[in-house]
């Protein structure tokens, strides 16, 4: 008989959460969009409780994404703050030099220009800038991202 570890059940639960955030961008069902959310939680739950390391940014990071993506369905501050917090941990686990690290500092740096636009707390609009310009800052001068990261 095979067994499951929570190591494995961690990463089955990922891609089931990712597989399921597919669904939503396909049917664009709320529903879709809340079982991925509430699988990927699971997630990283169990990676939390196990120790695990390897994977955590980017489960921080999806988890992120996705409550992002409910704030813009339905206005929720919740959501943003949660994506917020979550985007915040992906950028603070994200080692050096990752080719992630890009890409986590600029949807942190999204996340919290909304709240600023929405919500006005100036202090959100410093903590934007700082994580644009760090984003900038890690692109190469070849990278094609570069002119509209810049603009």
Same mark, same amino acid.
């Given at each position: 008989?095979?067994?499951?570890?929570?190591?494995?059940? +961690?990463?089955?639960? /990922?891609?089931?959460?990712?597989? +399921?955030?597919?669904?939503?961008?396909?049917?664009?069902?709320? @529903?879709?969009?809340?079982?991925?959310?509430?699988?990927?939680?699971? $997630?990283?739950? %169990? =990676?939390?409780? %196990?120790?695990? &390391?390897?994977?955590?940014? @980017?489960?921080?990071?999806?988890?992120?994404?996705?409550?992002?993506?409910?704030? @813009?369905?339905?206005?929720?501050?919740?959501?943003?703050?949660?994506? &917020?917090? $979550?985007?915040?941990? =992906?950028?603070?686990?994200?080692?050096?030099?990752?080719?992630? +690290?890009?890409? /986590?500092?600029?949807?942190? $740096?999204?996340?919290?220009?909304?709240?600023?636009?929405?919500?006005?707390?100036?202090?959100?609009?410093?903590?934007?800038?700082? =994580?644009?310009?760090?984003?900038?800052?890690?692109?190469?001068? @070849?990278?094609?991202?570069?002119?509209? $990261?810049?603009?």
């Amino acid at each position: 008989m095979f067994a499951l570890t929570d190591a494995m059940l +961690q990463d089955n639960l /990922h891609g089931l959460g990712n597989a +399921q955030h597919d669904l939503f961008n396909t049917t664009n069902k709320k @529903e879709d969009l809340n079982v991925s959310i509430s699988t990927t939680r699971n $997630a990283l739950e %169990i =990676a939390i409780d %196990i120790g695990a &390391i390897s994977g955590r940014a @980017e489960l921080f990071f999806d988890l992120g994404s996705r409550l992002y993506t409910r704030f @813009e369905l339905e206005s929720k501050r919740p959501d943003l703050d949660n994506a &917020i917090s $979550a985007l915040r941990r =992906a950028v603070e686990l994200t080692p050096n030099g990752d080719s992630s +690290q890009t890409v /986590h500092l600029n949807h942190l $740096a999204v996340s919290v220009s909304m709240r600023f636009n929405r919500f006005g707390e100036l202090h959100d609009l410093d903590e934007a800038t700082t =994580a644009f310009c760090s984003a900038v800052e890690l692109m190469h001068d @070849e990278d094609p991202n570069l002119p509209e $990261a810049l603009s």
